[in-house]
Protein backbone atom coordinates (compact mmCIF):
# COMPACT_ATOMS: atom_id res chain seq x y z
CA UNK A 1 0.00 0.00 0.00
CA UNK A 2 1.26 3.72 -0.44
CA UNK A 3 2.30 5.30 2.22
CA UNK A 4 2.46 8.85 1.16
CA UNK A 5 -0.87 10.09 -0.24
CA UNK A 6 -0.51 13.49 -1.67
CA UNK A 7 -3.56 16.17 -1.76
CA UNK A 8 -4.72 17.41 -4.20
CA UNK A 9 -4.73 14.73 -6.88
CA UNK A 10 -4.78 17.80 -9.57
CA UNK A 11 -4.18 21.82 -9.26
CA UNK A 12 -4.61 24.44 -11.84
CA UNK A 13 -3.04 27.94 -11.01
CA UNK A 14 -1.87 31.35 -12.98
CA UNK A 15 1.77 31.64 -13.65
CA UNK A 16 2.56 34.45 -10.72
CA UNK A 17 0.76 32.54 -8.09
CA UNK A 18 1.71 29.95 -4.92
CA UNK A 19 0.84 26.41 -5.34
CA UNK A 20 0.33 24.53 -2.09
CA UNK A 21 0.94 20.38 -2.30
CA UNK A 22 0.43 18.37 0.92
CA UNK A 23 1.50 15.21 1.62
CA UNK A 24 -0.33 12.26 4.59
CA UNK A 25 1.70 9.06 6.01
CA UNK A 26 1.11 6.60 8.16
CA UNK A 27 4.09 4.84 9.67
CA UNK A 28 7.40 6.63 11.57
CA UNK A 29 10.08 8.18 9.24
CA UNK A 30 13.35 8.67 8.84
CA UNK A 31 12.57 11.84 5.81
CA UNK A 32 10.55 12.31 3.35
CA UNK A 33 11.58 13.36 -0.28
CA UNK A 34 9.93 15.58 -2.80
CA UNK A 35 10.17 15.07 -6.25
CA UNK A 36 9.17 16.31 -9.64
CA UNK A 37 7.98 14.67 -12.60
CA UNK A 38 7.97 16.20 -16.20
CA UNK A 39 5.70 14.46 -18.49
CA UNK A 40 7.55 11.55 -20.39
CA UNK A 41 10.83 11.85 -18.43
CA UNK A 42 12.11 10.50 -15.16
CA UNK A 43 11.63 11.60 -11.91
CA UNK A 44 14.03 14.70 -10.41
CA UNK A 45 14.41 14.59 -6.61
CA UNK A 46 13.91 18.39 -4.81
CA UNK A 47 14.53 18.37 -1.62
CA UNK A 48 14.59 15.68 1.88
CA UNK A 49 13.64 16.55 5.03
CA UNK A 50 14.61 14.99 8.19
CA UNK A 51 12.35 13.62 10.58
CA UNK A 52 14.09 16.18 13.26
CA UNK A 53 13.34 19.15 10.71
CA UNK A 54 10.29 20.82 10.98
CA UNK A 55 10.96 23.22 7.77
CA UNK A 56 13.41 23.43 4.47
CA UNK A 57 13.91 25.77 2.07
CA UNK A 58 15.33 25.58 -1.88
CA UNK A 59 14.92 28.55 -3.91
CA UNK A 60 11.19 29.05 -4.38
CA UNK A 61 10.49 25.93 -2.31
CA UNK A 62 9.64 25.65 0.98
CA UNK A 63 8.72 21.96 2.71
CA UNK A 64 7.04 21.63 5.95
CA UNK A 65 7.30 18.50 7.94
CA UNK A 66 4.84 17.88 11.17
CA UNK A 67 5.43 14.44 12.29
CA UNK A 68 2.84 14.54 15.08
CA UNK A 69 0.17 14.83 12.16
CA UNK A 70 2.35 12.45 9.94
CA UNK A 71 2.42 15.07 7.06
CA UNK A 72 3.80 17.18 4.69
CA UNK A 73 3.61 20.26 2.43
CA UNK A 74 5.54 21.72 -0.32
CA UNK A 75 4.75 25.23 -1.19
CA UNK A 76 6.34 26.43 -4.82
CA UNK A 77 6.13 30.67 -4.57
CA UNK A 78 5.46 32.59 -7.76
CA UNK A 79 4.88 29.65 -9.87
CA UNK A 80 5.76 29.58 -13.20
CA UNK A 81 4.41 27.80 -16.37
CA UNK A 82 7.53 25.39 -16.63
CA UNK A 83 6.62 24.21 -12.87
CA UNK A 84 3.83 22.63 -14.90
CA UNK A 85 4.76 19.01 -13.38
CA UNK A 86 3.69 15.91 -11.48
CA UNK A 87 4.90 15.72 -7.95
CA UNK A 88 5.48 13.19 -5.76
CA UNK A 89 6.47 12.95 -1.89
CA UNK A 90 8.40 9.62 -0.81
CA UNK A 91 8.77 8.81 2.60
CA UNK A 92 11.95 6.97 3.89
CA UNK A 93 11.55 4.55 6.81
CA UNK A 94 14.01 4.58 9.83
CA UNK A 95 14.54 0.22 9.33
CA UNK A 96 18.07 -0.49 7.76
CA UNK A 97 18.20 -0.73 4.61
CA UNK A 98 15.45 1.61 3.74
CA UNK A 99 14.03 2.33 0.37
CA UNK A 100 11.51 4.69 -0.65
CA UNK A 101 7.68 4.68 -0.66
CA UNK A 102 5.98 6.88 -3.09
CA UNK A 103 2.05 8.11 -3.49
CA UNK A 104 0.54 8.89 -6.79
CA UNK A 105 1.51 12.29 -6.73
CA UNK A 106 -0.36 15.73 -7.21
CA UNK A 107 -0.45 17.07 -11.18
CA UNK A 108 0.58 20.97 -11.29
CA UNK A 109 -0.46 22.87 -14.05
CA UNK A 110 0.51 26.41 -14.35
CA UNK A 111 -1.09 28.30 -17.04
CA UNK A 112 0.48 31.68 -18.31
CA UNK B 1 27.69 14.50 -15.65
CA UNK B 2 26.12 11.40 -17.47
CA UNK B 3 23.01 11.10 -15.38
CA UNK B 4 20.94 7.13 -15.05
CA UNK B 5 20.80 5.75 -18.76
CA UNK B 6 17.68 3.46 -19.68
CA UNK B 7 17.15 1.57 -23.01
CA UNK B 8 15.28 1.25 -25.12
CA UNK B 9 13.32 4.47 -24.18
CA UNK B 10 10.33 2.70 -26.00
CA UNK B 11 9.16 -0.78 -26.64
CA UNK B 12 6.50 -2.79 -28.16
CA UNK B 13 6.46 -6.34 -28.38
CA UNK B 14 3.05 -9.49 -28.70
CA UNK B 15 2.33 -11.39 -25.41
CA UNK B 16 4.60 -14.05 -24.89
CA UNK B 17 7.96 -12.73 -25.93
CA UNK B 18 10.91 -11.84 -23.94
CA UNK B 19 11.81 -8.47 -23.18
CA UNK B 20 14.85 -6.86 -21.33
CA UNK B 21 15.10 -3.63 -20.06
CA UNK B 22 18.90 -2.11 -19.36
CA UNK B 23 19.84 0.53 -16.82
CA UNK B 24 23.30 1.81 -16.16
CA UNK B 25 23.15 3.39 -12.72
CA UNK B 26 25.49 6.69 -12.17
CA UNK B 27 28.87 6.03 -11.85
CA UNK B 28 29.98 5.62 -7.88
CA UNK B 29 26.75 5.29 -7.02
CA UNK B 30 25.95 1.37 -4.92
CA UNK B 31 22.47 1.28 -4.95
CA UNK B 32 19.99 0.40 -7.51
CA UNK B 33 16.50 0.44 -8.35
CA UNK B 34 13.56 -0.43 -10.48
CA UNK B 35 10.36 0.38 -10.54
CA UNK B 36 6.86 0.36 -12.68
CA UNK B 37 4.98 3.18 -13.06
CA UNK B 38 1.12 3.02 -13.86
CA UNK B 39 -2.04 5.24 -14.12
CA UNK B 40 -3.61 2.59 -11.44
CA UNK B 41 -0.72 1.82 -9.03
CA UNK B 42 1.12 4.47 -9.38
CA UNK B 43 5.43 4.17 -8.69
CA UNK B 44 6.04 0.76 -7.39
CA UNK B 45 9.55 -0.58 -6.20
CA UNK B 46 10.11 -4.05 -8.07
CA UNK B 47 13.28 -4.77 -6.32
CA UNK B 48 16.62 -3.06 -4.98
CA UNK B 49 20.52 -3.91 -5.20
CA UNK B 50 23.03 -2.64 -3.01
CA UNK B 51 26.50 -3.35 -4.25
CA UNK B 52 25.20 -5.00 -6.94
CA UNK B 53 23.45 -7.92 -4.56
CA UNK B 54 19.72 -8.35 -4.62
CA UNK B 55 18.30 -6.95 -1.38
CA UNK B 56 14.69 -6.88 -1.48
CA UNK B 57 12.67 -8.33 -4.87
CA UNK B 58 9.30 -8.55 -2.83
CA UNK B 59 7.88 -6.23 -5.03
CA UNK B 60 8.56 -8.71 -8.20
CA UNK B 61 5.26 -9.47 -9.17
CA UNK B 62 5.68 -12.80 -10.38
CA UNK B 63 8.11 -15.61 -11.00
CA UNK B 64 7.97 -14.16 -14.86
CA UNK B 65 9.88 -11.18 -14.07
CA UNK B 66 13.72 -11.39 -12.95
CA UNK B 67 17.05 -8.75 -12.56
CA UNK B 68 20.52 -9.15 -12.45
CA UNK B 69 23.41 -6.99 -11.73
CA UNK B 70 26.13 -8.43 -12.87
CA UNK B 71 28.38 -5.54 -12.33
CA UNK B 72 28.58 -2.44 -10.78
CA UNK B 73 27.76 -0.47 -13.82
CA UNK B 74 24.80 -2.26 -15.56
CA UNK B 75 21.47 -3.79 -14.62
CA UNK B 76 18.57 -5.85 -16.55
CA UNK B 77 15.27 -6.69 -15.84
CA UNK B 78 13.67 -9.30 -17.78
CA UNK B 79 10.21 -10.34 -18.78
CA UNK B 80 9.32 -13.89 -19.67
CA UNK B 81 6.54 -14.36 -20.92
CA UNK B 82 5.40 -10.97 -21.21
CA UNK B 83 1.51 -10.48 -21.10
CA UNK B 84 -0.39 -7.23 -21.83
CA UNK B 85 -0.82 -6.33 -18.16
CA UNK B 86 3.01 -5.61 -18.15
CA UNK B 87 2.74 -2.78 -20.28
CA UNK B 88 3.76 0.35 -17.95
CA UNK B 89 6.12 2.85 -17.85
CA UNK B 90 9.76 0.80 -16.09
CA UNK B 91 12.30 3.55 -14.54
CA UNK B 92 15.51 2.48 -12.88
CA UNK B 93 17.05 5.05 -10.09
CA UNK B 94 20.26 4.80 -8.67
CA UNK B 95 21.46 6.36 -5.44
CA UNK B 96 24.65 6.63 -2.92
CA UNK B 97 25.62 4.83 0.17
CA UNK B 98 25.66 4.99 2.96
CA UNK B 99 21.78 4.13 3.45
CA UNK B 100 19.72 5.18 0.82
CA UNK B 101 17.45 6.31 3.45
CA UNK B 102 19.07 9.49 3.49
CA UNK B 103 20.30 9.94 -0.41
CA UNK B 104 18.41 11.47 -3.39
CA UNK B 105 17.45 8.71 -5.96
CA UNK B 106 18.51 9.76 -9.29
CA UNK B 107 15.78 8.42 -12.14
CA UNK B 108 16.66 7.60 -15.74
CA UNK B 109 13.76 8.40 -18.10
CA UNK B 110 12.42 5.35 -18.26
CA UNK B 111 11.46 2.67 -20.61
CA UNK B 112 7.70 2.61 -22.06
CA UNK B 113 6.58 -1.16 -22.14
CA UNK B 114 3.43 -1.89 -24.77
CA UNK B 115 2.56 -5.61 -24.77
CA UNK B 116 0.14 -6.27 -27.07
Known amino acids: SQQGEEDPQALSIQEGENATMNCSYK?????LQWYRQNSGRGLVHLILIRSNEREKHSGRLRVTLDTSKKSSSLLITASRAADTASYFCATASNSGYSTLTFGKGTMLLVSP | DAGVIQSPRHEVTEMGQEVTLRCKPI?????LFWYRQTMMRGLELLIY????????DSGMPEDRFSAKMPNASFSTLKIQPSEPRDSAVYFC??????????????FGDGTRLSIL
Open chain 1, 27 to 31: TSINN
Open chain 2, 93 to 106: ASSATPGTANQPQH
Open chain 2, 27 to 31: SGHNS
Open chain 2, 49 to 56: FNNNVPID
